[in-house]
């Protein structure tokens, strides 16, 4: 919300009641050019919560939200890691150091915690499928179903699908 009050104030504008859909359209393109398609769509999705409250609390007299329309950003679909990358990633957590708190303070407790997760993919096999480790009964970190995920969430970025 920082961004859309300088940018008001840089056109004259200090009070909610005075923006208009004009304004806001523009706000969209001039006000976010540096950021990224798909954080300029957060950035307006969040602007439209906020007019939606501003309307709702008679700050502004007018539905903004339903005159300014969305960003839509194209999301790209990312590729699984290898089980060598896998590997160098856990083999990397367990070399932080220095951190005063958090994961970087309790390397080893990190590292448990990427091997414990599960859910979508981010290892595959050499035919490409994705495969799993689940938990054993024994407290061991063992093989799973193929299809199913181990690391939901970590993918590399800048590849596609």
């Given at each position: 919300m920082g961004r859309l009050k300088d940018y008001c104030?840089?056109?004259?504008?200090?009070f909610t009641r005075e923006m208009t859909v004009d304004l806001l359209e523009t706000f969209k393109v001039d006000g976010l050019p540096e950021l990224a398609d798909t954080s300029k769509s957060?950035?307006?999705?969040?602007l439209h919560c906020f007019l939606r409250d501003a309307f709702r609390r008679g700050w502004i007299t007018?539905?903004?939200v339903d005159r300014v329309t969305a960003h839509r950003a194209v999301y790209t679909q990312k590729e699984p890691?290898?089980?060598?990358?896998?590997?160098?990633i856990?083999?990397?957590?367990?070399?932080l150091n220095g951190g005063t708190h958090g994961y970087a303070k309790h390397p080893?407790?990190?590292?448990?915690?990427?091997?414990?997760?599960?859910?979508?993919?981010?290892r595959t096999t050499a035919s490409g499928t994705s495969t799993s480790?689940?938990?054993?009964?024994?407290?061991?970190?063992?093989?799973?179903?193929?299809?199913?995920?181990?690391?939901?969430?970590l993918c590399r970025s800048g590849s596609s699908a």
């Open positions: 104030e840089k056109q004259g504008v200090y957060t950035a307006v999705a969040k007018e539905s903004l890691y290898s089980d060598e990358e896998v590997e160098k856990l083999a990397e957590a367990l070399k080893k407790t990190f590292r448990l915690l990427l091997e414990l997760r599960s859910g979508d993919s981010w480790r689940t938990m054993t009964s024994s407290g061991r970190v063992g093989a799973g179903a193929r299809g199913h995920s181990r690391w939901p969430g």
